[in-house]
């Protein structure tokens, strides 16, 4: 296996570590992700949460997306970064900020989620695969 794959948020005070490679990486446009990041979209690794191990206490807060899923977003109480987003209904998942990595260059986006959402000034990468809402299945 590569290296563990070791992050957290800005300021240090809640950090992980995954023994494990990615599942899925994506570029995501959805509103809620703009409001989140303060931009065009996240970038998300998702990851077996098994595999997860985090230091630190994180500030929780659970929303509710367009389809009815439910996602829990962690951010740090300290400095207010985004870290990690774990989903009801797929309890195995555990998704990072690509920028929260210590090695952001690890991350290698497959598709675009949510192009429905999204601003012509927050120009993505033409050759990815898009999807207007969620990519099926
Ligand atoms: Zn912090
Ligand atoms: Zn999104």
């Known amino acids: 296996m590569n ?6 948020c ?5 950090r992980y570590g995954i023994a494990a490679e990615p599942v899925g990486m994506n570029d995501c446009q959805c509103r809620q992700c703009q409001r989140e990041s303060g931009t065009g979209h996240a ?3 998702t990851f077996p949460r098994s595999a997860v191990t985090v230091e630190g206490e ?31 209904d797929i309890p195995d998942y555990f998704v990072v900020r690509a920028a929260s990595l210590d090695d952001p260059s690890r991350y290698t986006p497959q598709l675009v989620s949510w192009t429905a959402a999204g601003h012509a000034w927050d120009h993505l990468d033409p050759d990815l695969p898009k999807f207007d809402k969620m990519p099926p299945g």
């Open 58 to 88: 994180a500030s929780l807060w659970d929303m509710v997306g367009d389809n009815g899923t439910v996602k829990r977003r962690a951010f740090c109480p300290v400095c207010g970064s985004p870290v990690y987003m774990l989903f009801r």
């Open 3 to 8: 290296e563990p794959y070791t992050g957290g």
């Open 10 to 14: 800005a300021c240090g005070a809640v």
């Open 43 to 45: 970038s998300h690794l």
